[in-house]
């Protein structure tokens, strides 16, 4: 509920066995570079989401 207005996103099949890809769009409360959000979505994938959320650099 605190999200609500807040947060939308969309997800969609690719055509690969073990990839998925997320288009996430949020508003923050302040400022954030592209490489703070990469730090934090990496951050969550490795504790927080682990098991959930997985991150690379990679190209997939």
Do not use: H, Q, W
């Given at each position: 509920?605190?999200l609500?207005?807040k947060l ?5 099949r690719?055509?690969?066995p073990n990839v ?9 409360e302040?400022g954030a570079?592209?490489?703070d959000?990469k730090?934090?979505?990496?951050a969550?994938?490795?504790v ?5 959320l997985?991150?690379t650099?990679?190209?997939?």
């Amino acid at each position: 509920p605190e999200l609500n207005g807040k947060l939308t996103g969309m997800a969609f099949r690719v055509p690969t066995p073990n990839v998925s890809v997320v288009d996430l769009t949020c508003r923050l409360e302040r400022g954030a570079s592209y490489d703070d959000i990469k730090a934090a979505v990496k951050a969550a994938s490795e504790v927080s989401m682990k098991g959930i959320l997985g991150y690379t650099e990679d190209d997939v």
